[in-house]
C-alpha cells in the first residue's frame, strides 16, 4: 500500500499570503497525483490531476508540481474561499486507492 | 450539470446491514467509473469500493472485503453500496464519486462527488 504524507498538519495564513501544501508518498507514483479541497458540509472538489493539471473551473491561483514521490500544491494569493482542508489522492498503485491525512488551511 | 445525490444512510446496530444508493445525473453513467470514498468523524478521507463502468470489474478496500458489495444499475443510473456486518469504526459519511475520464477501466481521479449520507453504528 502507497502511504501519503501531508505536511504541514495546519497551516495557518492571511488572505493575500502564499500557501504551498506538501505531499509525500511513500514509493514513486510516476505523475498519478491528485489533490481535493473539502469544506465541512461540502462535497471534496477536485483541484488538480496528475500533479499539475487544473480540474474544469479551477482558478489558475492553484497549481501542482511534483513527480515521483514529492508533490507541491501552491496557492499564489489566497483567497477568503481558499481555507479549508487539502487532500491528495495516489492512483498509481492500486487497490487501494489512498488519500493524506489531510492540510488543514487556517485563517491566521 | 453532473449530480451525484446518496441516501440510505442512517443509525444501525453493530452486525446489522444497510444498503447506501447513489443516483446519478448529468452525464452517459454506464460509461465511467463509479467509487464510494467515506470519512470518518474528524478523519480524513478513506476510499472504501470503485466499480468500473460495465459494472463487471470491482475493487474494495481490505477493512470492508467481505462485508460490503458495491453494484450499478444502468437502467436506474444508481449505484449501491450493501454493507452486511457493520461496525462501529464503520461509523462515516459515505460519499459516492465519479471518474474524471470515460472508459471501461476506472480511472480513479473523482471529479464530482456526492454531499454524502451519514451512517452511524452505534448499540
Known amino acids: 500500500e502507497i502511504v501519503l504524507t501531508q505536511s504541514p498538519a495546519t497551516l495557518s495564513l492571511s488572505p493575500g499570503e502564499r500557501a504551498t501544501l506538501s505531499c509525500r508518498a511513500s514509493?514513486?507514483?510516476?505523475?498519478?497525483l491528485l489533490w481535493y479541497q473539502h469544506k465541512p458540509g461540502q462535497a471534496p472538489r477536485l483541484l488538480i490531476y496528475?500533479?499539475?493539471n487544473r480540474a474544469t473551473g479551477i482558478p489558475a491561483r492553484f497549481s501542482g508540481s511534483g513527480s515521483g514521490t514529492d508533490f507541491t500544491l501552491t496557492i499564489s494569493s489566497l483567497e477568503p474561499e481558499d481555507f479549508a482542508v487539502y487532500y491528495c489522492q495516489q492512483r498509481s498503485n492500486w487497490p487501494p486507492i489512498t488519500f493524506g491525512q489531510g492540510t488543514r488551511l487556517e485563517i491566521k | 450539470e453532473v449530480q451525484l445525490l446518496e441516501s440510505g444512510g442512517g443509525l444501525v446496530q453493530p452486525g446489522g446491514s444497510l444498503r447506501l444508493s447513489c443516483v446519478a445525473s448529468g452525464f452517459m453513467f454506464t460509461s465511467y467509473g463509479m467509487s464510494w470514498v467515506r470519512q470518518a468523524p474528524g478523519k480524513g478521507l478513506e476510499w472504501v469500493s470503485s466499480i468500473n463502468g460495465s459494472g463487471n470489474g470491482t475493487y474494495y478496500a481490505d477493512s470492508v472485503k467481505g462485508r460490503f458489495t458495491i453494484s450499478r444499475d444502468k437502467s436506474k443510473n444508481m449505484l449501491y453500496l450493501q454493507m452486511n456486518s457493520l461496525r462501529v469504526e464503520d461509523t462515516a459519511i459515505f460519499y459516492c464519486?465519479?471518474?474524471?475520464?470515460?472508459?471501461?477501466?476506472?480511472?480513479?481521479?473523482?471529479?464530482?462527488w456526492g454531499q454524502g449520507t451519514l451512517v452511524t453504528v452505534s448499540s
Open positions: 514509493q514513486s507514483i510516476s505523475n498519478y
Open positions: 464519486a465519479k471518474d474524471m475520464r470515460r472508459g471501461s477501466g476506472n480511472t480513479n481521479s473523482f471529479d464530482a
Open positions: 496528475d500533479a499539475f
